[in-house]
């Protein structure tokens, strides 16, 4: 008898089956095998083979969620939106906004051969100049997002602009307040000192919300053939994906690795050239860039405390959360640092 594939946590690969049959008639050939793709730290991502295809499903994590994060139909809609734009994304197949098959909302979307690359190891041994050309190829790919006027791509509804920086802070608070498990003094006088300096939103633009070098995959001649992870996705200040990957700049390598260390490879470009250059590229000016960057410092601050408080509850999967709870702490007084309050 031909031997039953497994079921990975999260996956129930009989039912998964049969849902794709239904839906997408002779897609899937062979026996359906999956693998959890290790290094996510939100929403969980499985390769799907049928022994000749592969395909990709993303689902939400197990466990504790905030109630407005982790939004299926969301990524599955500005991926679909961006298929035919200068932005690289991977094609979606299919969307299940319910919980019958696998428990929660889920996605599938084609595979897409390249490298997310997190340690320095690798990106080192392209050499500096290479590297310093993916570097500036990441700033003008979110150049790129941000110059799409979202009603052509028919996004005009995909977010509000209006006062978007308060409620990223309100959300961010929320989600903090949501996975407390122990005080936290300098992250709480962080967000006390953001919320008193909000600064003025420049035009907003489709805003990905997560957008750094271990989201993108690069293919063998380095030019980036998809960037991923859109869970965060919205229409808001674009100022927001600047300041967070200045943060993973600065910050590249911190923590263990938790951080991932790729941006400290010889040649990546600094934070000052990421700023320059991304104003160059779109016009805009990057005004007030202090506060953003402590934002960003804060809000990965607020989702390494969910990925903590997960841990804590045994409800994570995969390797690398055991050392999440330093992460608070170390973001706090980078930001604090950053607004010059250290």
Same mark, same amino acid.
Do not use: C
């Given at each position: 008898?031909?031997?039953?594939?497994?079921?990975?946590?999260?996956?129930?690969?009989?039912?998964?089956?049969?849902?794709?049959?239904?839906?997408?008639?002779?897609?899937?050939?062979?026996?359906?095998?999956?693998?959890?793709?290790?290094?996510?730290?939100?929403?969980?991502?499985?390769?799907?083979?049928?022994?000749?295809?592969?395909?990709?499903?993303?689902?939400?994590?197990?466990?504790?969620?905030?109630?407005?994060?982790?939004?299926?139909?969301?990524?599955?809609?500005?991926?679909?939106?961006?298929?035919?734009?200068?932005?690289?994304?991977?094609?979606?197949?299919?969307?299940?906004?319910?919980?019958?098959?696998?428990?929660?909302?889920?996605?599938?979307?084609?595979?897409?051969?390249?490298?997310?690359?997190?340690?320095?190891?690798?990106?080192?041994?392209?050499?500096?100049?290479?590297?310093?050309?993916?570097?500036?190829?990441?700033? @003008? #790919?979110? +150049?790129?997002?941000?110059?799409? =006027?979202?009603?052509?791509?028919? !996004?005009? $509804?995909?977010?509000?602009?209006? *006062?978007?920086?308060?409620?990223?802070?309100?959300?961010?608070?929320?989600?903090?307040?949501?996975?407390?498990?122990?005080?936290?003094?300098?992250?709480?006088?962080?967000?006390?000192?953001?919320?008193?300096?909000?600064?003025?939103?420049?035009?907003?633009?489709?805003?990905?919300?997560?957008?750094?070098?271990?989201?993108?995959?690069?293919? @063998? #001649?380095? +030019?980036?053939?998809?960037?991923? =992870?859109?869970?965060?996705?919205? !229409?808001? $200040?674009?100022?927001?994906?600047? *300041?967070?990957?200045?943060?993973?700049?600065?910050?590249?390598?911190?923590?263990?690795?938790?951080?991932?260390?790729?941006?400290?490879?010889?040649?990546?470009?600094?934070?000052?050239?990421?700023?320059?250059?991304?104003?160059?590229?779109?016009?805009?000016?990057?005004?007030?860039?202090?506060?953003?960057?402590?934002?960003?410092?804060?809000?990965?601050?607020?989702?390494?405390?969910?990925?903590?408080?997960?841990?804590?509850?045994?409800?994570?999967?995969?390797?690398?959360?055991?050392?999440?709870?330093?992460?608070?702490?170390?973001?706090?007084?980078?930001?604090?640092?950053?607004?010059?309050?250290?």
């Amino acid at each position: 008898m031909p031997e039953i594939p497994a079921d990975p946590p999260g996956l129930d690969l009989a039912r998964l089956r049969a849902h794709l049959d239904r839906e997408l008639p002779g897609t899937v050939q062979g026996p359906l095998r999956a693998e959890l793709i290790e290094g996510g730290r939100s929403n969980l991502t499985y390769v799907l083979t049928d022994g000749a295809a592969r395909w990709v499903l993303r689902r939400p994590p197990l466990g504790h969620v905030l109630a407005t994060a982790h939004d299926m139909g969301r990524e599955h809609r500005v991926m679909t939106a961006l298929r035919d734009t200068g932005v690289p994304v991977p094609h979606t197949l299919l969307l299940d906004p319910g919980t019958d098959v696998l428990g929660a909302p889920w996605y599938l979307m084609e595979y897409v051969p390249g490298v997310a690359h997190r340690d320095v190891a690798p990106l080192a041994a392209l050499g500096e100049q290479r590297v310093h050309a993916l570097g500036l190829r990441l700033v @003008d #790919t979110l +150049a790129v997002l941000h110059r799409i =006027d979202p009603a052509e791509v028919g !996004l005009a $509804d995909f977010g509000r602009p209006e *006062g978007y920086l308060e409620r990223q802070l309100r959300r961010w608070s929320k989600q903090l307040a949501a996975s407390r498990s122990r005080e936290l003094p300098e992250l709480d006088r962080l967000h006390g000192l953001l919320a008193d300096r909000l600064p003025a939103s420049p035009a907003p633009a489709l805003v990905h919300g997560d957008y750094r070098l271990d989201n993108v995959l690069v293919d @063998d #001649t380095d +030019a980036i053939a998809a960037v991923l =992870d859109w869970e965060m996705s919205t !229409l808001g $200040d674009p100022l927001t994906d600047i *300041g967070l990957l200045v943060m993973y700049t600065e910050l590249a390598g911190v923590g263990g690795g938790i951080i991932p260390s790729a941006m400290t490879a010889p040649g990546f470009p600094k934070a000052d050239e990421v700023v320059s250059y991304y104003a160059e590229s779109t016009g805009r000016q990057a005004e007030d860039l202090d506060w953003y960057v402590a934002f960003a410092s804060f809000k990965l601050a607020a989702v390494a405390e969910g990925i903590h408080y997960r841990y804590q509850q045994g409800r994570t999967l995969g390797a690398g959360f055991e050392r999440a709870g330093e992460m608070a702490p170390i973001l706090a007084r980078h930001g604090l640092s950053t607004l010059k309050e250290n």
